[in-house]
């Protein structure tokens, strides 16, 4: 699960280059989800379970997607305000059109898609901050929700509702679907060359504007990805609880942004890792059962998810300048 | 094919401005196949410019680029690389989230598909051992994560790397500034192997041996214009300081009507000892005095102002100010306009204190101070409650200058305040200055344009964060300036 652990290069002494900060600094987000996972285990084991894992993991899906797909708009440097609300719009669209007129639905969704590529465009072209835009966005498709549903309702499509609640063998679906989002985008992201292009222009974007690479199309590739994961965030959320509501994203703004920041992803830079973004989401997810298995009442949910993202920044904070203090 | 001197890249006539400031005045160039020109000049003479217009990165505003006999229209960073020109830039241009092999691949989109990273590492490696034998550079290694001057090992082997397009001309701006001399000498030895094998190379650098030891060819840029060029042969160091500081008779016009001030009959208001100084050199500005801080950009100036400008509020080691001081930033959009304020309200930001009625501002106030200085400094606007962006750049610097000077600061520190402001303006501030100056107030003046250090009582020269030389005003010249500031760190 280590998200730069190396391929080894046999000839070259690298150990003695690469320094022991930067795994810990990776292992960091693994190891607050096992301390949270102990934390349940010792309190009710019987929770560690396939059925109790189902159950607490499930809504980390949704929140996994909507972290990852905020993690590609960090990794130019920007920041996206709107991916909670937009998660809204998708669960009201997939609870109504989708399930009605499937073709329209998708079209719709299609549109959205489109809609953040050309957030992005707008974003690069007019060097307008993407706090500001994206602030914008919030509003439009929170608006857009309430003229769909205007109060909670519609129903799930029934494939939707069959995929999100299929009982594979042995493992969780919700682990493997977590295991599954890690992988492929960190195949993408991480492995392939083009992925390498997208994270370098979040860290040195003149160095890649010199080097003959169009920033324009790296943040609209950025921005539609963002606009894919969303939608796939709000029909996994849909497929979850079967019915839409126009606010049920309005927590997944935040959540997101901590959940790239607990996996170890910082602000700028373009340095993300997006095996460390689905952990930092389930680690954010099961601290809300933490807090019920320890009979807390939920509404210090939000207090214990904040306790735990300084807790982890403050320890990478530790690191870091002990690593300094080495050098 | 190489019986004839060809031209491997050409530019004629190209001129490239910034705003009012002429960065290269037709400049006619041209480097040869197999050869490797030397480029020198002192700061701001157009170096690096010219050198982002062969690499594509900047369009010039007029001239012709011809490459292998060609004119190249619609000249980019896209076709310089198809056509074989590299450049290593003075300021590092890796990524440093990726790794070392993920950066060779940002310079050579051939490298894709299937193992790429593979691939990738291994020509770096190879080209890595070829001119840094020994270097312990990991491909896999992120690249912010290695010290400085590995970053700059891999930037330079990275320049030399060859995929599918031919390697025709390599550019490199101050490829040595993070390597100690063995590794520059490994690098420069390579240059000349490189050059031998029918490529060519363009090598900036302010360390004039490097220059004269290994180039062929010798340019020499001042003002924006190739002002010499020969074969390296025919220069020595003291004709290449000669040339970059303009005609060898030319000395240092001493201003006749400021009489300058003996050192030591005022009082002292500044005393700072650079941080990286290991002799007893301070830094010291009297009363009433000009102080010049002259040398290289980026050699240690403008770090010792901030630290003297935070002395006065606050304990600095090493720095001793009696009085308010007052800061005039050199990069004004960034560290010196509020771009959404009135040139009023730009003003009176210093002197809050004394605009103050009662507990509140006084617009009235404000008002009249800004009117006083606009007749004093003379700043060309209509009303001076216009934004300030409604301001030429240089009327905005005078904006600036009033605001130090209208402030109770006694002490004026100024970090190359100048840059991109037009001639007619300089000489309006260079004679508010010295007026200010017999006033009693004391000046601390960084410029990168030696001809200013005419207004200075008393020239600090700075090397490597380091005082290097202490000049008083008789003693002033250009050439000394100049060579103060090259001279290597080995004896020559």
Known sequence: MNPVSNQSTARIPSAAIRTPGRFLRAALPALSLALVILGIAWLNPRAISYFGLNLMLNLGIPVALATTAQMFVITVNDLDLSIGTFVSFVGCVAATWLRDAPALGAIILFSAICVYATVGAVIYLRSV??????????????????????????????????????????????????????????????????????????????????????????????????????????????????????????????????????????????????????????????????????????????????????????????????????? | MRELPVNTVSLDGVEKHFGAVRALAGVDFAVRAGECVGLVGHNGAGKSTLMHVVAGTLIPDRGRIVIEGEARQAYSVVLAHKLGVRCVFQELSLCPNLTVAENVHVLHPSIAGWRWRKRAGELIRGELE?????????????????????????????????????????????????????????????????????????????????????????????????????????FDRSKLMTAMGGAAARRMRLAEQIIATPRGTTAVRVRAHPATQSDGIHLVAHEGEIVGLAGLSGHGQTEILLSIFNGATRRVPGISVTDPVAL?????????????????????????????????????????????????????????????????????????????????????????????????????????????????????????????????????????????????????????????????????
């Open chain 2, 130 to 234: 070829e001119i840094f034998p020994d270097h312990r550079i990991a491909p896999d290694a992120i690249v912010g994560d290695l010290p400085i001057g590995k970053r700059q090992m891999v930037e330079v082997a990275r320049a030399f790397t060859v995929t599918k397009d031919p390697l025709r001309l390599v550019i490199l701006d101050e490829p040595t500034s993070s390597l100690d001399s063995h590794r520059a000498g490994q690098l420069l030895s390579h240059v000349r192997r490189v050059v031998a094998a029918g490529a060519s190379c363009i090598l900036i650098s302010h360390l004039l041996g490097e220059i004269l030891e290994y180039s062929d060819r010798i340019m020499v840029m001042r003002d924006g214009l190739v002002v010499a060029s020969d074969n390296a042969t025919q």
């Open chain 1, 129 to 327: 901050p993407s706090i500001v835009v994206t602030l914008g966005m919030l509003f439009v498709w929170q608006g857009l929700a309430i003229l769909i549903l205007p109060k909670p309702g519609g129903k799930a499509p029934v494939w939707l509702h069959d995929f999100m609640n299929l009982r594979t063998p042995y493992v969780p679906f919700p682990v493997l679907t977590a295991l599954a989002i890690a992988a492929l985008v960190h195949f993408g992201l991480m492995r392939t060359s083009y992925g390498a292009i997208l994270r370098g222009s979040g860290g040195n974007p003149n160095a890649m504007a010199r080097a003959g690479w169009s920033l324009f199309k790296t943040k609209v590739v950025m921005f539609t990805l963002a606009g894919i994961f969303g939608v796939l965030s709000g029909l996994a959320l849909i497929g979850l609880t079967t019915s839409a509501d126009a606010n049920i994203g309005k927590g997944y703004t935040l959540l997101s942004i901590a959940g790239v920041i607990l996996g170890g992803g910082e602000f700028v830079g373009g340095r993300v890792s997006p095996v460390g973004a689905v952990i930092g989401a389930l680690t954010l997810t099961l601290a809300g059962s933490l807090l019920n298995f320890m009979r807390i009442s939920p509404d210090w949910q939000v207090g214990a998810q904040g306790a735990i993202l300084i807790v982890v920044l403050a320890a990478r904070a530790v690191i870091n300048r002990a690593e300094r203090r080495l050098r």
């Open chain 2, 328 to 492: 005039i930033a050199g990069d004004r959009q960034s560290d010196g306009i509020f771009p959404l304020w009135s040139i009023a309200k730009n003003i009176g930001i210093r002197s809050l204190a004394a605009l103050r009625s009662g507990y509140l501002l006084s617009s009235e106030l404000e008002d009249r101070l800004a009117e006083r200085w606009q007749k004093r400094i003379k700043i060309h606007t209509p009303n001076m409650r216009n934004n300030i962006l409604s301001l030429s750049g240089g009327n905005q610097q005078k904006a600036l200058f009033a605001r130090a000077l209208g402030s109770e600061a006694k002490i004026v520190v100024m970090d190359d305040p100048m840059r991109g402001v037009d001639v007619n303006t300089k000489l309006e501030v260079y004679d508010l200055i010295r007026a200010e100056a017999r006033t009693g107030r004391t000046f601390l003046w960084y410029t990168t344009e030696i001809e200013e250090l005419q207004n200075c009582d008393h020239v600090y020269v700075f090397r490597n964060g380091r005082i290097v030389a202490d000049l008083p005003r008789g003693e002033l010249s250009e050439e000394l300036v100049i060579q103060s500031s090259f001279q290597e760190g080995t004896t020559p």
